[in-house]
T-cell receptor, first 114, second 115 residues
Framework: EPEVTQTPSHQVTQMGQEVILRCVPI?????FYWYRQILGQKVEFLVS????????KSEIFDDQFSVERPDGSNFTLKIRSTKLEDSAMYFC????????????FGPGTRLTVL | DQQVKQNSPSLSVQEGRISILNCDYT??????FLWYKKYPAEGPTFLIS?????DKNEDGRFTVFLNKSAKHLSLHIVPSQPGDSAVYFC??????????????FGKGTHLIIQP
């Protein structure tokens, strides 16, 4: 069964450093998403991406964040200058272009900012 | 501002019995609702969904009920099995016909199935 994959599974970085989290969505899906879950809190929407541009973003997704689909398979989330409060699980999700709205999630990347 | 609320942080149910997980929402624009199951160190796994034009959707042991007037939905699992022990998230979105809408999640209910 096709699935969303994410790399790395765990990323440790120093405050102020740039990180890039990578995702490979399900191949026939056309909508891509990033979510995060801070430890002990709910899953929060960050951004959605469709047709090579951002469709929707939350207030969390400020200028420090960017997304890119550099080729036909990868979808990346870049955090330019990480802060301690960026420590969280980051989930990528994808959805096919039909009337249904089921998003399929990857296993997540645990980001730890020291 | 909790637009999707799961008021029970945990629920313990005996194996073989029915598990009922509840969810309330406040945003009238939501018209598509989903339940996800999550194990530790894994991503959320889609379970079942329901559109606001329906009041019930069933898939095997899982049934979701939607009461639009009360802005309430529930997930029933019958019979409950040990493998059902996980955190269950209720999620909601608008534009059920598609679109790039992000999902709004509740805080989750930790379901524990006891032997």
């Amino acid at each position: 069964e096709p699935e969303v994959t994410q790399t790395p599974s765990h990323q440790v970085t120093q405050m102020g450093q740039e990180v890039i989290l990578r995702c490979v969505p399900i191949s026939n899906h056309l909508y891509f998403y990033w979510y995060r879950q801070i430890l002990g809190q709910k899953v929060e929407f960050l951004v959605s991406f469709y047709n090579n541009e951002i469709s929707e973003k939350s207030e969390i997704f400020d200028d420090q964040f960017s997304v890119e689909r550099p080729d036909g398979s990868n979808f990346t989330l870049k955090i330019r200058s990480t802060k301690l409060e960026d420590s969280a699980m980051y989930f990528c999700a994808s959805k096919e272009e039909t009337g249904h709205n089921e998003q399929f999630f990857g296993p997540g990347t645990r980001l730890t900012v020291l | 501002d909790q637009q999707v609320k799961q008021n029970s942080p945990s629920l313990s149910v005996q194996e073989g019995r029915i598990s009922i997980l509840n969810c309330d929402y406040t945003n009238s624009m939501f018209d598509y609702f989903l339940w996800y199951k999550k194990y530790p160190a894994e991503g959320p796994t889609f379970l079942i969904s329901i559109s606001s034009i329906k009041d019930k959707n069933e898939d095997g042991r899982f049934t979701v009920f939607l009461n639009k007037s009360a802005k309430h939905l529930s997930l029933h699992i019958v019979p409950s099995q040990p493998g059902d022990s996980a955190v269950y998230f209720c999620a909601a979105s608008g534009y059920s016909g598609g679109g790039a809408d992000g999902l709004t999640f509740g805080k989750g209910t930790h379901l524990i199935i006891q032997p």
